[in-house]
């Protein structure tokens, strides 16, 4: 059976840390121009949508061929959860069978390793997939080693299992086990069989403050 996918690129306009990041300009391009380009250019996608609370994201949407969602006002505060955006995403988009969020703030995701995610979400059967980091790290939890024993010599780096830290800058769910987890729960991020996505270094650079964007800009 065909699916039909869509992209879906969130943008709110507040934002605590960095006022209208979404807006800012690295080497003289708005930031969610990126997503949007990574999205359009991976050609997996029958939609690429800008999901906002605000008007002036309507413009770039235009500008770029993409379409434009307004979400609900009282989806565009700081308290506001991923789950409720997806939601309201789904409902209000009764076609779409796999919904991708495709975050803004990883400028550097390109076209392909979008590809690349989405193909792998549909090989692996996944109902919901989260973008990570692979690190071979000495990791602990409130003082205790995660991956490493304190009672045996200090391990190589390259021996250790590697920890899967969020990024982020890509997550999936399929329309079906999304909506049943959410009236059933109240969320569903983590809907039926869950997986994770390994991207690159480059691409962990996700833009929260202005210190971010300075070294996202150099």
């Not at 205790?144 to 190589?156: G, K, L, R, S």
């Given at each position: 059976m065909s699916l039909t996918l869509h992209a879906m690129i969130p943008a709110r306009y507040g934002s605590t840390r960095l006022k209208v990041k979404n807006l800012c300009l690295i080497a003289g391009e708005p930031m969610i121009s990126y997503a949007i380009n990574a999205a359009l250019g991976s050609k997996v996608f029958s939609s690429v949508c800008v999901n906002s609370d605000h008007a002036i994201f309507a413009d770039i949407a235009s500008r770029m061929n993409v379409e434009f969602y307004r979400r609900p006002n009282e989806l565009g505060s700081s308290n506001t959860k991923s789950d409720e955006v997806i939601y309201d995403y789904f409902l209000s988009h009764q076609e779409a069978d796999v919904l991708a969020w495709v975050n803004p703030?990883?400028?550097?995701?390109?076209?392909?390793?979008?590809?690349?995610?989405?193909?792998?979400?549909?090989?692996?059967?996944?109902?919901?997939?989260?973008?990570?980091?692979?690190?071979?790290?000495?990791?602990?939890?409130?003082?205790?080693?995660?991956?490493?024993?304190?009672?045996?010599?200090?391990?190589?780096?390259?021996?250790?299992?590697?920890i899967n830290p969020f990024v982020y800058s890509m997550m999936m769910w399929r329309r079906q086990s999304f909506l049943e987890s959410y009236k059933k729960n109240g969320h569903g991020l983590f809907c039926g069989k869950f997986g994770v996505y390994p991207v690159n270094k480059l691409t962990g650079l996700i833009i929260k403050n202005a210190t971010d964007l300075m070294m996202a800009d150099y």
């Open positions: 703030i990883s400028p550097f995701q390109t076209s392909q390793e979008v590809s690349d995610i989405v193909n792998y979400f549909l090989k692996e059967d996944l109902d919901s997939l989260i973008t990570v980091e692979e690190k071979q790290v000495h990791c602990s939890y409130r003082g205790e080693p995660v991956n490493y024993q304190m009672d045996e010599p200090f391990a190589q780096t390259q021996d250790l299992q590697p």
